[in-house]
């Protein structure tokens, strides 16, 4: 299996953007996923596909995708955005893997 | 309304063997491409994926844990188990059951609330 590289942490100020960045060290790239975890909860999908925001996310939860990197961008991040962020792919063999998460803070 | 719930044993001793339930309910193990993963986070760490069961009994394990993992499932009771052998207090983490398949992409789209594991002597 691959590795999937974040940054250890992002901070942002309420409003602003925050931008968070998930690396593949190897090909073939399969879809992206992003999940959010807040303090003692499970995580909960914000992004499916590379793309696709599940039902109830916020508008301002968007993904994107570029080569073997895919991005998580918050718009007009709020203070409850405060938290953990992983993304997930999968590889050829049905075995799946998490990046190493990035912990956004809200100044 | 899909939810899944985690059992088991909170504390384990090194060398003896975990054994995990995942108890779930609004979706059924039968239903074509329906799947159930097992993953775990140890205490400040990253998520780790551990196995995944399928409808039709198809199975996948992580290639670092493979020899260790058995997953099975008993589609009349809506439960997927989880055995771990040889436990070691590096295998202390919260085990999560999570679903997918439903949106036939390899989202978890569902989690359990986690049960935190702790291998102690």
């Known amino acids: 299996s691959y590795e999937l590289t974040q940054p250890p942490s992002v901070s942002v100020s309420p409003g602003q953007t925050a931008r968070i960045s998930c690396s593949a060290d190897?090909?073939?790239?399969?879809?992206a996923y992003w999940y959010q975890q807040k303090p003692g909860q499970a995580p909960v999908l914000v992004i499916y596909?590379?793309?696709g925001r599940p039902s109830g996310i916020p508008e301002r939860f968007s993904g994107s995708s570029s080569g073997t990197t895919v991005t998580l961008t918050i718009s007009g991040v709020q203070a409850e955005d405060e938290a953990d962020y992983y993304c997930?792919?999968?590889?050829?063999?049905?075995?799946?893997?998490f990046g190493t998460g990035t912990k956004v803070t809200v100044l | 309304q899909v939810t899944l719930r985690e059992s088991g044993p909170a504390l384990v001793k090194p060398t003896q063997t975990l054994t995990l339930t995942c108890t779930f309910s609004?979706?059924?193990?039968?239903?074509?491409?329906?799947?159930v993963s097992w993953i775990r986070q140890p205490p400040g760490k990253a998520l780790e994926w551990l196995a995944r069961?399928?409808?039709?009994?198809?199975?996948y394990y992580s290639t670092s844990l493979k020899t260790r993992l058995t997953i099975s499932k008993d589609t009349s009771k809506n439960q997927v188990v989880l055995t771990m052998t040889n436990m070691d207090p590096v295998d202390t983490a919260t085990y999560y059951c999570?679903?997918?398949?439903?949106?036939?992409?390899?989202?978890?789209?569902?989690w359990g609330q986690g049960t935190l594991v702790t291998v102690s002597s």
């Open positions: 999570a679903r997918m398949g439903y949106s036939g992409y390899d989202d978890f789209d569902y």
């Open positions: 609004g979706f059924s193990l039968s239903t074509s491409g329906m799947c």
């Open positions: 069961i399928d409808w039709d009994d198809d199975k």
């Open positions: 190897a090909l073939p790239k399969q879809y």
């Open positions: 596909k590379d793309g």
């Open positions: 997930q792919s999968a590889d050829s063999s049905g075995t799946y893997v």
